[in-house]
């Protein structure tokens, strides 16, 4: 069983906290999803896919046409039915008419880059949508029949208090959605966002603050029923995202597209991040990728980096004992059933944790 991810690269216009690689050049699309096409038919083969993911970018920038195609390319090639078929979309994308027909070509879950829902912030954030749309969406795909939705959010803006972090979070939980994905406001080397911080005209948030806002949600998930599965991520029971977890649980997946990344359980691969010189190469047999096959080191460095992520942690072997014992009695880590999991406190310093245990 394999996950599948593609990227579509795709933006309107960006954001000013992004680092992803997109392009605002939406002319290329055709271009491109015939390259991704031909990739498919020479990279994917005939096996079990068990989730497809479409991310970005803005995947639902691309025609329905266009992710049909694609879509019937995947399930040309495997032999079950995926079970998991998400679409990443921008709130001002989804349309009743464009919801009704994502869902009869096989979507059957909706990632809805919400952000907030206080429009001062969106356009602080420099998104395109505002937040009566972001309500609109989740409103309308539920009209629509999807009842896999997640939507994202982003905390910790600079100037954000605990007040309104607070009316963000009743807002998600009024949406009546599965899933929420959370994320803190990063400072990305060379974004505007961090060129208005370098520049003094804004102001990052305490860490205290932000450690404070983090508790907060996952409170107030928790009591409202959702799993805190990974650190980011919550779900009701039954909805976790089952295609990212196959990243975070060392399942084999395959990234098509420019950027996108693969991994076999030994190879990693990365295809070039340049929508132009992606087209070109794919369609003309150039290799368009690099690769490297991992050492016992790294795959051990990265089991423990993605698993303390989630609420299963890792299995606590003897090794793993002698020097996570300091941060067991600190608090910072406990021991479960044989695994080795975050505490919330721990959650707070999470990359100084896994610095110590690498
Ligand atoms: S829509 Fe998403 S990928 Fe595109 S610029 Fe904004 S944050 Fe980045």
């Known amino acids: 069983m394999i996950g599948v991810y593609v990227h579509i690269p795709f933006c309107k216009r960006r954001c000013k906290y ?6 605002t050049q939406l002319g290329r699309r055709e271009a491109y999803v015939q390259a991704l096409l031909q990739e498919i038919d020479e990279r994917v083969p005939a096996t079990d896919i068990a989730t497809i993911y479409l991310g970005g970018g803005t995947p639902s920038l ?19 039915e995926p079970t998991e078929i998400t679409l990443e979309a921008n709130p001002g994308d989804l349309t009743p008419d464009k919801l009704q027909a994502l869902r009869q070509i096989g979507i059957n879950r909706l990632s809805i880059g919400v952000q907030s829902f206080d429009d001062e912030q969106l356009r602080f954030l420099g998104r395109r949508h505002n937040a009566e749309q972001a309500r609109q969406a ?18 910790a803006l600079p100037g954000e208090t605990m007040t309104t972090w607070h009316r963000d979070i ?25 060129k208005l911080l370098e520049s003094g005209q ?36 039954c909805f976790r995202a089952r295609h990212n977890s196959s990243y975070w649980n060392d399942t084999p997946y395959i990234g098509l597209g420019a950027g996108a990344h693969s991994y076999d359980g030994q190879v990693r691969r990365w295809n070039i991040a340049n929508l132009a010189a992606y087209v070109k190469r794919v369609l003309s047999h150039s290799t368009y990728w690099e690769e490297e096959v991992l050492t016992d080191e790294q795959k051990t460095i990265e089991h423990i980096m993605l698993g303390l992520r989630t609420r299963d942690g890792i299995a606590l072997t003897a090794e793993l004992r002698a020097k996570a014992q300091h941060l067991i009695a600190d608090g910072l880590l406990r021991e479960e059933n044989g695994q080795l999991i975050a505490t919330p406190s721990g959650l707070h310093i999470l990359n100084r944790i896994i610095e110590q245990l690498i």
């Open 138 to 155: 989740v409103r309308d795909a539920q009209a629509a029949g999807f009842d896999n939705i997640s939507i994202d959010l982003i905390y």
């Open 18 to 23: 992004c680092d992803f690689f997109s392009t």
């Open 170 to 194: 009743d807002e998600a939980l009024n949406r009546n959605v599965q899933h929420i994905s959370c994320y803190c406001l990063s400072y990305e080397p060379g974004t505007p966002l961090t």
């Open 62 to 80: 691309l025609e329905t046409e266009q992710i049909a195609q694609l879509l019937q390319a995947l399930l040309n090639k495997t032999t079950t």
């Open 202 to 237: 804004v102001t990052q948030t305490d860490e205290e603050i932000e450690n404070a806002m983090f508790d907060e949600l996952c409170s107030q998930l928790q009591e409202h029923g959702f799993e805190h599965y990974e650190v980011s991520n919550f779900a009701l029971p």
